[in-house]
């Protein structure tokens, strides 16, 4: 009976514990502020072609730091694609995103 009872209590302490390893987690990414959240997508989605700084230009990818185009013509891109570059769309989940995203890459024009 004691050794059953001990179990348990070890099962409710693992449980506990990792309770708690998540929650921090999920913390440490709300914490982040929206011009990070908007690096990080573009990093994860947009960097390979682009480049960190916009500028890398692979697979035909056009530099972002003297992009001329308005907030509504990059969310078309964004989402439907043009040429070579596809749809982000699914990938960036929500327009909520989409907007980070856009935010971050108007930073990086010179
Ligand atoms: C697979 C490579 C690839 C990925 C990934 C990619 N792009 Fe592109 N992007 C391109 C190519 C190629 C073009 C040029 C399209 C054309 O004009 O034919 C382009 C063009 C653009 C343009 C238009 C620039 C201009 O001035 O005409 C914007 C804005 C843009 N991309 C933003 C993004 C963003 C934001 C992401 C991430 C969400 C992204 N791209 C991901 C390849 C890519």
Not at 86 to 99: H, R
């Amino acid at each position: 009976m004691v050794l059953k009872n001990s179990i348990i209590l070890s099962c409710l302490v693992w449980l506990t514990v990792s309770c708690q390893e998540s929650a921090q987690q999920q913390d440490h990414f709300t914490k982040q502020t929206p011009a990070e959240q908007g690096a990080s997508l573009y990093s994860m989605h947009c960097g390979q072609c682009h480049g960190e700084d916009g500028q890398l230009g692979a697979s035909g990818a056009k530099n972002l730091s003297t992009s001329q185009l308005s907030d509504a013509q990059i969310v078309q891109i964004i989402k439907n694609g043009k040429g070579a570059m596809p749809a982000m769309k699914a990938l960036l989940e929500s327009d909520e995103n989409i907007n980070l995203v856009v935010s971050h890459l108007k930073g990086l024009r010179r």
